[in-house]
């Protein structure tokens, strides 16, 4: 599909019996309790301690609590009607100084443990993350965490063994990473991310934005590939689960769409975001279009590393916000540019936006591009199967509203209503295979570098009062469109 055909949404589309639904959440985002039962700091902790990187100048400690609150958890998910439920692993509470030959903390396998024990009991399939950005802050220390391939490759592969062997029987989807593209580019190219690492000196002493990202993605890429490998042969036949990498990606939309270099630059955006991890994976090498703009600063794969790539996603995982225009930019690109010499905008040639406004910056919603997308994905990589792993939204202002409007939050309602809307039509109309849905966040969270003023969930946190849940309108929305949706044979 070309990014100007438009289909229409209707509401007449079905989903299969057998699609799962639920909500995701993430360690350092929600758990809190962050130096209980051996728990040492992740480079979240340091980040977010660091004056001037949290936009509130939060952290998460304490977070939505989830580490004391698991019952309340599952008691909410159950309420909602959700078969399944999305968190991520704390690698610093399972050994915490993170490598293969430090200490494994009992204490912090126990509470997954005993956690997954309790999601069963209530009914709901987890999807497990093994890393959902926090990285044991000793490893950074050690050796440049994430940027050193050959140590933080078997440390990260220590830890996944760690884990399968303890939890793996109660598993049965796993997911890798998540978003790889924020840890290389967010995390050591602009800084945003933990750990912070950019060439703008006022930010960093350290950085080097033009390479880091680059060798950063490369090493995740050989993580993955590493991991799914072990999986394969060590568990997935006593275990029988299937494993899979979560990426991030945002529709794009030509600021011209009269102009063809406005319409290649979409594609362009698209693979220097996703295919960039996902063009590896199936079909074996980096698109052409990033090892032209970057040539020797893109890492080449060893034989070795692309036979454990190619070809290791069981499942697609798949986060989706939001789309964005695309301008494309004349001239040579800059050494630090990470977009594909292209600037991403928030509004067409003639100044019409491509969304209402949110609490962030980023996020401006058009539902059309979540099935655009799809299909372009199916196209792409041979309509594989996909799990939509976060899809959600902020409200402007929500912070700032008295708590009954809050709790009636007809904006993220309606923002529901619309994507999975355009996810259902994907399916049944473009023949696109989604099989799962988790919506981003069952809980108002710790949101990175946004602080504590964005909230994302389904679920109000009231962190003025021991982090009491109070269910919105939206959490309830969701179960009954899925109802509506999924036929019953
Ligand atoms: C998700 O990322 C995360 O997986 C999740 O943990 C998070 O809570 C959720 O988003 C909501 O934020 O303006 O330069 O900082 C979504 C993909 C890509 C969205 C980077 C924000 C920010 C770019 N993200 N983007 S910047």
């Known amino acids: 599909m070309t990014t100007t055909e438009t289909p229409t949404t209707t509401t007449t589309s079905t989903l299969p019996p057998d699609f799962l639904w639920g909500f995701a959440t993430a360690s350092y985002q929600i758990e809190g309790a962050f130096d209980e039962d051996g728990r040492l700091p992740s480079i979240w902790d340091t980040f977010s301690k660091t004056p001037g990187k949290v936009e509130d100048g939060t952290n998460g400690d304490v977070a939505c609590d989830s580490y004391h609150r698991t019952g309340e958890d599952i008691e909410i998910l159950k309420k909602y009607g959700a078969k399944i439920y999305r968190f991520s692993l704390s690698w610093p509470r399972i050994i915490p100084l993170g490598g293969r ?3 494994i903390n009992e204490k912090g396998l126990q509470f997954y443990s005993k956690f997954l024990d309790d999601l069963h009991a209530a009914g709901i399939e987890p999807f497990v993350t093994l890393f959902h950005w926090d990285l044991p802050d000793e490893l950074m220390k050690r050796y440049g965490g994430m940027l050193n391939k050959e140590e933080f490759v078997a440390d990260y592969a220590n830890y996944a063994r760690v884990v399968f062997n303890a939890l793996g029987s109660k598993v049965k989807h796993w997911i890798t990473f998540n978003e790889p ?21 006022t930010k960093s002493p350290e950085g080097d934005g033009t390479r880091e990202p680059w060798i950063v993605g490369h090493n995740l890429l050989v993580a993955h590939g590493t991991v799914v490998d072990i999986y394969r042969r060590e568990f997935k036949e006593k275990q029988g689960g299937e494993i899979g ?21 979409c594609d362009r955006k698209i693979e220097f975001a996703i295919s960039w991890f996902a063009d590896p ?22 034989p070795e590393e692309i036979a454990f790539v190619h070809g290791s996603n069981d499942f697609y995982g798949m ?39 949110t609490q962030c910056e980023w996020l ?18 041979n309509n594989p199967k996909i799990y939509v792993t976060e899809n959600g939204t902020s409200v402007k202002g929500e912070s700032d509203k008295p708590l009954e409007e809050v709790l009636n939050d007809e904006f993220r309602v309606q923002y529901y209503r619309d994507y999975i809307g355009a996810m259902v039509d994907a399916v049944a109309q473009d023949g696109v295979n989604v099989k799962a849905y988790m919506a981003w966040s069952l809980l108002d ?16 946190v009231d962190y003025k009062n021991g982090q009491k849940r109070i269910p919105k309108k939206s959490a309830l929305v969701i179960g009954e469109l899925f109802n509506k949706y999924i036929r019953k044979e």
């Open 181 to 201: 593209w924020c840890s290389s580019v967010l995390g050591h190219n602009t800084g945003k991310h933990a750990p912070g690492r950019t060439s703008d000196r």
């Open 445 to 460: 969270n710790f949101e990175w570098s946004e602080g504590y003023r964005s909230r994302f969930g389904v679920t109000y």
């Open 101 to 103: 030959n430090d200490p």
């Open 319 to 357: 986060n989706h916000y939001c789309e964005n225009y695309i301008r494309n930019r004349t001239g040579e690109p800059d050494p630090e540019d990470i977009a594909g010499n292209l600037d991403i905008l928030m509004e067409d040639k003639n100044g019409n936006p491509i969304g209402p406004e």
């Open 364 to 381: 401006r919603p058009f539902p059309l591009g979540f099935r655009k997308l799809l299909k372009w994905l199916a196209d792409r990589y």
């Open 281 to 302: 994976i199936y079909h074996g090498k980096y698109p052409d279009s990033m090892v032209k703009q970057l040539g020797d600063r893109l890492p080449k794969f060893t």
């Open 245 to 265: 990498i979560t990426l991030n990606g945002d529709w794009a939309e030509p600021w011209d769409p009269e102009n063809p270099a406005d319409v290649e630059a």
